[in-house]
């Protein structure tokens, strides 16, 4: 193990029922499925001796209540992802402060605390939509793990910081944990999980997250349960989605196997405790005001 620690987090929703909306033929069917992944993420971490942190969607968290008790009563962190996975940019600062409060809400009615994290759905937290970490300070959380810093087609901001950023608001602060990228032939490559992860093999990821290492920053990974199902997964979206999603995605427990026995990996809301003084950045409120 080395010295410098990492982080390790899973957006934990039901991908049948609250991401692709697919309607089940057999109404338990989705119910053993996440049942089976969910399953799976535990062993693993269990084998390991990891905590990581769980970014709970609220009706995914509402739909499986005991998961949520489980996971928060064996020592893994409960952060919030939303409730509805809205991306913000279809939502304004009245239904985006309605739906992470409602999430807030879920989560702490189930382990008696309120979350401390949050990731917006899709990474969906893009220069247009700096409002939010006013609002997101204003409701009490103290990190955000949103921001993917690389050009991408749907979500990204190319010029991100790539280290943790403290956030200044009106409302108050809160950090930036943005998500691992690493430099190649003068571009930003995306590496901390999802396709990079089903797509390259065990040896690449380690060796970017070693590459992050050496530059001193931590890696920050994420995961979701779909990817752990030893099933096959149908989405009634089409040929190409069904292909995208489970290419590769059987290698996905190997590697994670692979990945926690070679990295210190703990919680974001550790790491974020641990925070000294880190470069701040000043954002404007949700009215607009500087």
Not at 50 to 76: D, M, Q
Not at 118 to 141: D, K, N, Q, T, V
Not at 261 to 287: C, N, Q, T, W
Request: hydrophobic share 40%.
């Amino acid at each position: 193990m080395n010295a410098l620690k990492h982080c390790a987090s899973i957006d934990l929703e039901d991908w049948y029922n609250d991401v692709e909306c697919v309607v089940p033929r057999d109404s338990r069917a989705f119910s053993q499925a996440f049942d089976r992944q969910l399953n799976r993420i535990q062993s693993i971490f269990d084998e390991a001796g990891v905590r990581c942190t769980f970014f709970a969607l609220g009706r995914t968290a509402e739909r499986y209540p005991a998961w949520i008790k489980r996971l928060h009563a064996e020592g893994h962190e409960i952060a919030t992802h939303g409730y509805g996975h809205a991306r913000i940019t279809t939502l304004d600062p009245v239904s985006f402060r309605a739906d992470v409060r409602r999430s807030l809400d879920v989560v702490a009615d189930l382990i008696g605390a309120r979350p401390q994290g949050y990731r917006a759905p899709y990474f969906s937290l893009g220069r247009g939509e700096m409002w939010a970490y006013e609002i997101l300070a204003g409701e009490g959380l103290r990190y955000s793990s949103s921001v993917f810093p690389f050009p991408g087609r749907n979500y990204g901001i190319g010029d991100h910081p790539k280290s943790p950023l403290r956030v200044v608001t009106p409302s108050g602060t809160l950090v930036e944990m943005p998500l691992s990228v690493v430099n190649l032939a003068g571009r930003r490559l995306p590496v901390a999980g999802g396709g990079f992860w089903r797509a390259t093999p065990r040896l690449t990821i380690r060796l970017a997250a070693s590459r992050i290492e050496r530059e001193g920053r931590s890696f920050v990974m994420y995961l979701h349960p779909h990817e752990f199902d030893p099933e096959p997964l149908h989405s009634h979206n089409g040929f190409v989605r069904n292909l995208y999603v489970n290419l590769g995605r059987a290698s996905i427990a190997e590697k994670l196997r692979y990945m926690l026995k070679r990295f210190s990996f703990v919680p974001l809301s550790s790491m974020v405790a641990g925070f000294g003084s880190i470069p701040e950045r000043f954002f404007p409120d949700s009215a607009g005001h500087v």
